[in-house]
């Protein structure tokens, strides 16, 4: 056995042996992390530039030189925003990652220091991910209206520098690079010893990226909705003309559905549709499979058309059979939804003037599908009536507006929290009225605006009800106070002229007795005041007696 003293606290050659190990395999985890670091690095980069040298660079010349550039300077600037200094900084960035790499020591080199100094400028990051819906937005504006901007992508993707990347999977690239930082340290510090001289410093850098890649996150996952509503949205046929793409705008569900009766009736009101639902066992029905796309502000009912390949307008590139036919859409609030029970699994669905009767496979399927609806109605009709209700009038004071508020909404101009509504109006010059214009999809029937508005005058009316009711409340009730006081009991005025005689006799005797108690004093005053020699008098005089 091991000899007891200082030597006994010392590792075996076994465990020795077996740290080392352990540390060479950390070391050897730890250098594939770096090359790892640089190599994506390399990748991002070069990504970078290809937007920089293929896209920016030639519409910047445009704009120079051309009397009518390809892009505006505006429209420049809101797709690209900040990628030219994102480019400069990773450019830099990967310059000094390679030249640690070239002599790299195991034992000795560091990597953190480098995130370190870069983090504060990685914190730029927040401009473009914050500018990024407004981007792919004004993209989409330019890739379907512009013809010069049409052609340009379609030379561009050709280019192949590109590598087969359209405009929009470059643009998303920087969203994506800060996680990917925060996964790289914290592999790298989980594989570097502790006293290593890279431990600390690749510690504090993780703690730094990870405060500012926590926003960027929550942005990213914003950035790749909105990439799927433009995909989504392109593979509509293009006299469908529709138009997903809003800076609030969630696909939350979607599904095919089996359409057994379809009617198209603007006469009739949604309320009197659901009162009187078509009679399953008179109608024709014809079974047709259909699509469904459930918005958190809009539904829109689709059938699928595969007989041709799509290219996405301006990108040069299909994206798949499936190609959608618009059949209907509304605004989700103004959509309704019915359980036929005594029919069996069927649901009345009604969305703008068309009458709809699906087919469910159970009730427990029709049940799922309810919750869902009505949740999602419940938040979009919260949304766009409670939180967006200011405008400015033409005489500058705001004020609801029901009506500017839905043009707002589907306009994508409207914004769950409200803020950007209401700074676009206020951005607006005083006295100046804002123009909201609704686009060719989504837009309120004629029939709807008059039911919207009879609505808002029905409300109007009840208001100034309830205020006349209080007035005329508040006016019978002192009328009847004063009935009352006229109609009191002889008897009990009778009783109250006594008790005010009484009260006046008593007044009287008080007025008497403090009458006499003030003689009383007045008296006692002047005789305290006599004077002198009658005093010494009476002194004398009651000596003479005593003496007597």
């Known amino acids: 056995g091991r000899k007891m003293g200082n030597n006994s606290s010392q590792p075996s050659a076994e465990e020795v042996l077996k740290l080392n190990k352990e540390n060479q395999s950390a070391d050897a985890t730890r250098q594939q992390i770096v090359d790892e670091i640089v190599s994506t690095e390399v990748s991002y980069v070069s990504?970078?530039?290809?937007?920089?040298?293929?896209?920016?660079?030639?519409l910047e010349e445009s704009i120079k030189n051309d009397k009518k550039p390809i892009l505006s300077e505006v429209d420049k600037k809101a797709i690209f925003s900040i990628i030219n200094e994102i480019y400069k900084i990773h450019d830099?960035?990967?310059?000094?990652?390679?030249k640690k790499k070239r002599?790299?020591?195991?034992?000795?080199?560091?990597?953190?220091?480098?995130?370190?100094e870069h983090a504060d400028l990685f914190k730029m990051y927040t401009t473009f991910i914050n500018n990024y819906n407004n981007s792919i937005t004004t993209f989409n504006r330019c890739s379907s209206k512009s013809k010069p901007f049409i052609a340009f992508l379609e030379a561009a993707n050709a280019d192949p520098r590109t590598n087969q990347l359209d405009l929009p999977s470059l643009l998303i690239t920087p969203v994506q690079r800060l996680p990917r930082y925060v996964l790289l340290l914290n592999e790298l510090?989980?594989?570097?010893?502790?006293?290593?001289?890279?431990?600390?410093?690749?510690?504090?850098?993780l703690k730094k990226l990870k405060g500012i890649s926590d926003y960027v996150n929550d942005e990213k996952r914003r950035a790749?909705?909105?990439?799927?509503?433009?995909?989504?949205?392109?593979?509509?046929?293009?006299?469908s003309n529709v138009r997903l793409m809003t800076a609030t705008r969630k696909l939350l569900y979607d599904g095919d559905i089996v359409v057994i009766h379809k009617n198209v009736d603007a006469a009739t009101t949604s309320k009197d549709k659901l009162k009187s639902p078509p009679n399953l066992s008179t109608i024709k029905k014809q079974k047709k499979t259909m699509h469904y796309f459930l918005f958190n502000d809009a539904f829109l009912i689709a059938k699928q058309e595969t007989s041709k390949l799509r290219t996405i307008r301006g990108s040069g590139i299909n994206r798949g059979k499936n190609q959608w036919k618009l059949i209907v859409e509304s605004y989700l609030g103004d959509v309704e939804a019915k359980h036929l029970q005594s029919d069996g699994s069927f649901i009345q669905l009604i969305v703008g003037d068309m009458d709809l009767i699906i087919e469910m496979t159970n009730n427990e399927e029709v049940e799922k599908y309810l919750q869902s609806f009505f949740l999602a109605k419940s938040k979009a009709n919260h949304s766009s009536y409670v939180k967006l209700e200011r405008q400015i009038s033409p005489g500058g004071e705001k004020k609801s507006s029901g009506s500017a508020i839905k043009k707002a909404f589907f306009s994508g101009t409207g914004s769950s929290s409200g803020s950007k509504i209401l700074n676009e109006y206020e951005d607006e010059e005083p006295g100046k009225k804002p123009v909201l214009e609704e686009p060719k999809t989504m837009k309120m029937s004629q029939k709807e605006k008059e039911e919207k508005k009879e609505v808002v005058e029905s409300k109007r009316n009840s208001k100034k009800v309830e205020d006349n009711k209080g007035t005329v409340q508040e006016k019978k009730e002192q009328e009847q106070k004063g009935a009352v006081e006229s109609r009191r009991n002889p008897k009990e005025e009778k009783k109250e002229v006594v008790e005010s005689k009484r009260n006046s006799k008593k007044v009287e005797d008080n007025k008497g007795t403090v009458q006499e108690k003030k003689e009383q004093e007045q008296k006692g005053a002047v005789e305290s005041r006599r004077n002198p020699k009658e005093e010494k008098k009476e002194v004398v005089e009651s000596k003479r007696n005593s003496k007597k």
């Open 47 to 58: 990504k970078l530039e290809v937007l920089q040298l293929v896209f920016l660079t030639p």
């Open 92 to 98: 830099t960035f990967l310059n000094e990652l390679q």
């Open 103 to 116: 002599t790299w020591e195991k034992k000795s080199s560091t990597v953190g220091d480098l995130f370190l």
């Open 189 to 205: 510090l989980k594989y570097t010893r502790k006293d290593h001289p890279d431990y600390n410093l690749v510690e504090s850098a």
């Open 224 to 239: 790749e909705e909105l990439q799927s509503l433009f995909e989504l949205q392109e593979s509509f046929v293009a006299k």
